[in-house]
C-alpha cells in the first residue's frame, strides 16, 4: 500500500524521481538481503514526479512508459536494490490491485497483457514463478 509520495531533483540535477512510503501488507517473494515484516514501512524511488514550483505551477516529469504509483493505492511491487548507495528500493513495475483486478502499472505489452486478472489468479501466478 503506497502511504507517501514526494518527488526531488536528482543528487546530479539531471532528473526528477519520486520517493515513496510503503506499507507492507502482504510478502510474496522474500528478499535474499533483508527479511521484511508485514505492516513494516519501507521506501522506493521511481524516476519521475510532479514538481511545483514557487509560482504554484505544477509539472509532471516522467517517462513516457513508466507511470507513477498513487498514494493511498495497493500494488504487487516488483523491487530490486542493487545501488548500494541508495537504502531505497527501485520500483521495476508493479501491478495494481483493485475490485479484485490488476492493471499493469506500466505502458509495455509485456505488462499489459495481465490486465483484467483476478488477484487471486495474478498472485498464484507470481508466487509460482521461477525466481
Same mark, same amino acid.
Given at each position: 500500500?503506497i502511504i507517501d509520495s514526494k518527488a526531488s531533483l536528482s543528487n546530479d540535477k539531471s532528473g +526528477? @524521481?519520486?520517493? !515513496?512510503? &510503503?506499507? +507492507?501488507?502482504? +510478502?510474496?517473494?522474500?528478499?535474499?538481503?533483508?527479511?521484511?515484516?508485514?505492516? %513494516?514501512?519501507?521506501?522506493?524511488?521511481?524516476?519521475?514526479?510532479? /514538481?511545483?514550483?514557487?509560482?504554484?505551477?505544477?509539472? *509532471? @516529469?516522467?517517462?513516457?512508459?513508466?507511470? *507513477?504509483?498513487? /498514494?493511498?493505492?495497493? !500494488? /504487487?511491487l516488483f523491487l530490486n536494490n542493487e545501488n548500494a548507495k541508495n537504502p531505497n528500493y527501485k *520500483?521495476?513495475?508493479? !501491478?495494481?490491485?483493485?475490485?479484485?483486478?490488476?492493471?499493469?502499472?506500466?505502458?509495455?505489452?509485456?505488462?499489459? %497483457? *495481465?490486465?483484467?486478472?483476478?488477484?487471486?489468479?495474478?498472485?498464484?501466478? /507470481? &508466487?509460482?514463478?521461477?525466481?
Amino acid at each position: 500500500e503506497i502511504i507517501d509520495s514526494k518527488a526531488s531533483l536528482s543528487n546530479d540535477k539531471s532528473g +526528477i @524521481y519520486s520517493e !515513496y512510503t &510503503v506499507r +507492507i501488507l502482504t +510478502i510474496l517473494k522474500e528478499d535474499s538481503q533483508k527479511k521484511w515484516q508485514t505492516n %513494516e514501512l519501507i521506501k522506493m524511488d521511481r524516476a519521475g514526479g510532479v /514538481v511545483q514550483y514557487s509560482s504554484g505551477q505544477k509539472v *509532471l @516529469y516522467m517517462n513516457s512508459w513508466q507511470e *507513477l504509483p498513487e /498514494v493511498n493505492a495497493r !500494488y /504487487v511491487l516488483f523491487l530490486n536494490n542493487e545501488n548500494a548507495k541508495n537504502p531505497n528500493y527501485k *520500483l521495476l513495475t508493479a !501491478y495494481r490491485l483493485e475490485n479484485n483486478r490488476v492493471t499493469a502499472l506500466d505502458n509495455h505489452p509485456d505488462f499489459r %497483457e *495481465l490486465n483484467g486478472k483476478s488477484e487471486k489468479e495474478f498472485i498464484s501466478l /507470481v &508466487v509460482d514463478k521461477k525466481q
